[in-house]
């Protein structure tokens, strides 16, 4: 008997004892993601999508023999011409200070590391003879710098509004560096997240800290979803707390806050510390 070829394409012969060897089919193309940074152009405007989405070389579904869904909901044009057809857009909106202050020359008001104009504790420009003022997100403070205060800058509109207020009453006379009040004593934000209240206290996620020693930082949390989710973490600094983060109706709020501002060395206390 001599060999042959069947129609699986299995080559054998009459002698042979090994395993039958079949050609394999040509691996089916598989939809891969594939993430392509784009960091020269900008987002110009979005489209109404009408261009049918077909799934590649992959062919159709039995749903879709064509292999053609829905068309794109819409199309990203972007600064450079380029056009994206898109399932997504996520639009992220940050707060860069320095296209704001541009146009007030570098040689004259001395820009703080985040690029906004450096001011003193009085919101006043380091430069320009002490006339001018700056506040809210166009400001750097120096007081965000200084490792001894609870408080940091945050680009906020509570921030904003609070230095910008106590910038108009130094400009008229009504206060000065010895006035600045709790606003700028201890860092505080609150807000909602996922229809939970979050509240952010001092130097909740060691800001300001980077270089102390790593032994000297302890941080201790504690979470509980029985009878409603509630998460508390602090930090402390050698038994001395610094910031904490409470997510949910802790009612910590205020004790943590005059923990913090009276500096008590809380180590002996330990984790027992949320309880």
Not at 170 to 199: C, P, R, W, Y
């Amino acid at each position: 008997g001599g060999g042959g070829i069947g129609d699986g394409g299995a080559v054998t012969t009459a002698n042979d004892t090994s395993t039958n060897v079949v050609e394999a089919p040509p691996p089916t193309p598989v939809n891969t993601f594939r993430l392509r940074l784009v960091t020269d152009c900008a987002l110009a405007a979005l489209e109404p999508g009408a261009t049918p989405v077909r799934h590649g070389s992959c062919g159709g579904s039995d749903d879709d023999p064509e292999g053609l869904r829905r068309p794109w909901p819409a199309t990203a044009l972007l600064t450079d011409g380029t056009r994206l057809d898109v399932d997504l857009v996520v639009a992220a909106a940050g707060v860069d200070p320095a296209p704001c202050v541009d146009w007030l020359p570098l040689d004259t008001f001395p820009r703080g590391a985040d690029g906004g104009v450096a001011v003193d504790e009085c919101q006043r420009a380091l430069g320009g003879g002490g006339s001018v003022f700056v506040a809210g997100d166009a400001a750097s403070s120096c007081r965000s710098d200084d490792p001894s205060h609870h408080w940091f800058q945050m680009r906020l509109w509570g921030q904003a509004r609070a230095s910008g207020t106590y910038a108009a009453r130094v400009m008229v006379g009504e206060a000065d560096e010895l006035a600045l009040g709790f606003n700028f004593e201890l860092f505080t934000h609150t807000t909602s997240f996922f229809g939970q209240k979050v509240i952010l206290l001092g130097l909740y996620n060691g800001q300001k800290l980077e270089h102390e020693p790593p032994a000297d930082v302890v941080m201790y949390s504690r979470s509980e979803y029985d009878p409603a989710p509630v998460f508390i973490r602090v930090l402390l600094l050698r038994g001395r707390m610094m910031g904490a983060v409470l997510i949910g109706d802790t009612g910590l709020e205020e004790t943590f806050e005059n923990l913090i501002l009276d500096g008590i060395d809380l180590s002996r206390f330990g984790a027992q510390l949320l309880d």
